[in-house]
């Protein structure tokens, strides 16, 4: 197998890691946030690994990674939404505080 | 038969950029810089994708990338209680078990990727404006509905998004 | 070579547009001006405030630089004039510019000052504004050259300029083009009047200097975009294209700057407003036009 492919995958391993470490360990849902946008970025390097060294001629691959992006962007357009929601009724996004939503 | 190119070279590179403004994310204190800090961790992608020689997607991502992380930036600012990282507050909580999750996850990742049987790789992509049009004919063309259901669902979100963020409108009592 | 040349031509084209403000700004057609200005400002002390975040501090006007040298990159000023073709090029003048963004915010955090800090936020609220009046335009431009390469564009209006084909798309890309350069009435994050300055206010020295350069090689940089995309680049009767192109981008630079001379500057609600209440519609509008257009006659 060719080193490039194992260096892409390795990339993307190690951003899925450091944004689980993110969501899991910050308090703050920005932050939370940011940890995801992490998450999902080792995906799309993976997606562009594959689509480049795997299956070159089919397109699949690229749309997949537009896909991927949405639905980051989805998650901002929504998190930020959620956030400006809590900001108002509670004052504060840190999920310490959110023990309410516990069943 | 490992062949180190100058291709690898830079995908290495860029991927060890990207790994490590992604730790600076969550080493700053300053709200800002680790905002900043995301940004140029999916710059780095961005160029990775570049060297991958997937360029379209590459400027895509450098470009979507720039606003949506300096949008993300002013909310920090906005919702953290210690944006400028000055009072040394601590904003995690359940470190160890986060480190050994984040450790072994990637771990394990890595390991599927070293051991999975990929088959052969591809040397030659296709040339950019190649890439580009049959990108375009595969949106719309065969994938032309799932790519309608993203675009439908981003509008979605939006409008569900501002719905939630709008203020409770205080309806005058009518006498 | 032909990156010196390019270049060579940028600074030159700030050169002129600096005459042109402080011709605005003053009264008085000096052509040393800003020669002795940027003298001036090299020999000063370069101050540094209290308690900045210095990477920010010092990148900020670099940034600012690099940003509007690389959106000029993939810009032909003549056939075989540019630095480099990429086959996205019509997206990477995009994804330069969203860098111009990045480098005021980070002019905007780095000094520790409020004037700063309101400067780089105003400009954040401003893109907002502007970033879909640029994108959906040139998504028009493109759709007309079938093609994203900068040349294939300018090729593309052999027979008749953008500017006529879609006059609708050049008012919008011209007015969010005055807005990125942050030009007078979009001049929210260096308001001379009510910031002192902005972005700008804690800057001196060097750092100030290159953030005008910066400032001056983008407003080029935005006239040669324009010039590209809707007034059919190098093409033109009689005198040789490069000279085409330099008349072209002399004049849009001139318009944006005498425009901005007779306008109040603009609130930041009211730009959101129009931009999104008026400014998305008309591009939609204009991309619908442009796509039956190209279909009937294109």
Known sequence: ?103 | MAVITLQTFFIALFGIAALWFGVVVFRTSSMMRSALALLFSQTALGAMFLAMQAEFLGVLQIMMMATEMSIMAIFMVMFMMDPGGLGEMDMTHQKRLSIAAGVIGALAVSGVALFAHWGPTATVAPAAAEQIRGLGTELLGRSMIIFETAGVTILTAMIAATAVAMPVLQRKKTS | MRIAVVLGFLFAGAYLVAVLEARLATGRLRLAAPGWAAMALLGRESVVPRQPDRLFFETAPALLLIAALLAAAVLPLAPGLFITNLATGALFVNAALAYVLVALLMAGWGPDGAYALIGGWRFLGQLIAYSMLIVMPITAVAMRAESLLTTDIVASQTGLWNILYQPLGFVLFFIAAMGVAFLPPFDLPSAEGELAGGVTSEYTGVRLAVFRLGRLVLVITLSAATVVFYLGGWLGPVLPPWAWSAVKILAVSATMLLIGHYLPRIREAHLLAWCWKLGIPLALLNIFIVGVMVLVWP
């Open chain 1, 1 to 103: 197998m060719s080193p490039d492919l194992l260096t892409a995958l390795i990339v993307g391993a190690g951003l899925f890691g450091i944004g689980l470490y993110g969501a899991l360990s910050q308090t703050n849902l920005v932050m939370i946030m940011m940890g995801v946008e992490l998450i999902l970025a080792g995906a799309l390097v993976n997606l562009v690994a594959f689509w480049r060294f795997l299956h070159p001629e089919s397109y699949a691959g690229q749309m997949f990674v537009l896909i991927v992006m949405t639905v980051m962007a989805v998650e901002m357009a929504v998190g930020f939404g959620v956030a400006i929601a809590r900001f108002r009724a509670r004052g504060s996004v840190e999920m310490e505080e959110a023990r309410e939503l516990k069943g």
